[in-house]
């Protein structure tokens, strides 16, 4: 069975930063390209960043210079540091694997950012 756990949510002020973890169990992670989304209320959920298995990332517009997506292929975490925080970032933020066209999410963790 398939888990994503998040952990690492918060509240935040404005400028500060937090990190996000995501343990993934089973054996999705070393096959599966890992990424982090965001919902927002009223939002559709969106792309913030991802990384594949090979340790290559991309990143959506409004995180590039903020926000860096990791992974740790030993302990099956993926991560992402998030700096310079705006009340903009305040969302649930989801845990997601890709593997073979399959998505896997994680239950969401709340990031707060007060201004």
């Known amino acids: 069975q398939v888990q994503l756990v998040e952990s690492g949510g918060g509240l935040v002020q404005s400028g500060g930063s937090l990190r996000l973890s995501c343990a993934a169990s089973?054996?999705?992670?070393?096959?599966?390209?890992m990424g982090w989304y965001r919902q927002a209320p009223g939002k559709q959920r969106e792309l913030v960043a991802r990384?594949?298995?090979?340790?290559?990332?991309n990143y959506a517009d409004f995180v590039k210079g903020r926000f860096t997506i990791s992974r740790d292929n030993a302990e099956n975490v993926v991560s992402l540091q998030m700096n310079s925080l705006k009340s903009e970032d305040t969302a649930v933020y989801y845990c997601?694997?890709?593997?073979?066209?399959?998505?896997?999410w994680g239950q969401g963790t709340q990031v707060t950012v007060s201004s």
């Open positions: 089973g054996s999705i992670f070393s096959s599966s390209t």
């Open positions: 990384i594949t298995i090979d340790g290559n990332t």
């Open positions: 997601h694997a890709n593997r073979l066209f399959i998505n896997y």
